[in-house]
């Protein structure tokens, strides 16, 4: 293995090597090297039963997910991208040759590169993560319960973004998170046409600003200890922190996991989340899902993580 750099690229652990042009890279960190490669021509759909099929957002119009099992690992197709191929083993993943490099981005650093760590045997959480006090907090949540908004106060407030909508989560002696992509992505009224110290504009869509972190912002893909993961809960009153009972954090964090319906990955993902429910804090967050509540849920986080 060559010797990582504090310049190489990374997202999620790895060491990003491509000669495609990337925009949500952070630098230093990585270790274990991915290759990013453009087809040279099309891919054909395989003609095989899919492993699943499912709706996408986040990338203007919704778009259909499909994966497919194929020699030499994975065929990972969406309707507004293309076909991804994913070989988890070799460390390569193999894009698609379109002219928007910004929507094929964000889904490579989707299903393509969350398989190449599940491979290397961390796991996924559909979840935010924001470093406060030194450690990680992971903010769980399906979409559309305001984990994207919260993320940007938190980042206005001076804390650093690791992840915005999946977080790369580690069980160890200590848990961790590895560092995402560095990107934000926001609805235009939440936008607002406003500078927002520490983010540049990559692209605006009539549905979606991608926002950049500038590098003194996103920081290095260094792994940050996990100390406590925040599960999002809309009430008409708050906000408010209560502690998660552990069966019902279980649950929930099962929800919030991907993984192939496999035996095997199952029982795997089963056996780290309980690790994760038995080490770190779990929280319940109940608070309104209005923008002018926002300082007032920054507080209460502070509060109990910047002690």
């Known amino acids: 293995m060559v010797s990582a750099s504090p310049r190489d690229p990374s997202v999620f652990g790895f060491r990003i090597r491509s000669q495609e042009p990337l925009h949500f890279l952070r630098y230093g960190g990585g270790k274990e090297a991915l290759e990013i490669v453009t087809a040279r021509e099309p891919r054909q759909r395989p003609e095989i039963e899919p492993l699943a099929d499912w709706m996408l957002g986040g990338a203007g119009q919704e778009a259909r997910a499909t994966l497919y099992r194929v020699e030499r690992g994975f065929e990972f197709w969406a309707t507004d991208a293309g ?24 889904r490579l650093w989707g299903i393509p590169t969350m398989l190449c760590y599940q491979h290397r045997g961390d796991f996924s959480l559909h979840a935010a993560a924001v470093e406060l006090g030194g450690g990680a907090v992971v903010f769980g949540a399906p979409s559309r319960y305001g984990k994207t908004t919260l993320t940007l106060a938190l980042h206005r407030h001076g804390h650093r973004v690791l992840s ?10 200590v848990p961790e998170v590895i560092p995402g992509p560095a990107v934000l992505r926001l609805r235009p009224d939440v936008f607002a046409g406003q500078a927002i110290p520490g983010l540049h504009v990559l692209k605006a869509r009539p549905d979606r600003v991608f926002l950049g972190f ?23 009153e708050g906000p408010r922190l209560e502690r998660a009972a552990p069966s019902t954090a279980l649950r929930d964090l099962w929800a919030l996991n991907f993984r192939l319906q496999t035996s095997e990955a199952r029982a795997r993902s089963f056996a780290q989340l309980a690790r994760l429910a038995s080490s770190v804090p779990i929280w319940n967050l109940y608070r309104p899902l209005r923008l002018e509540h926002l300082d007032s849920t920054v507080s209460t986080l502070a509060e109990e993580f910047l002690r």
Do not use: Y
Request: glycine share 8%.
């Open 83 to 106: 076909a991804f191929h994913i070989d988890p083993e070799g460390g390569r993943i193999e894009v698609p040759d379109i002219a928007d490099h910004v929507v094929r981005e964000q």
């Open 214 to 236: 500038d590098a003194d912002r996103a920081g290095s893909g260094d792994p940050v200890p996990m100390t406590a993961v925040v599960l999002l809960r809309e009430s008409p």
């Open 164 to 173: 915005e909508d999946l977080s790369c989560c580690r069980v160890g002696p």
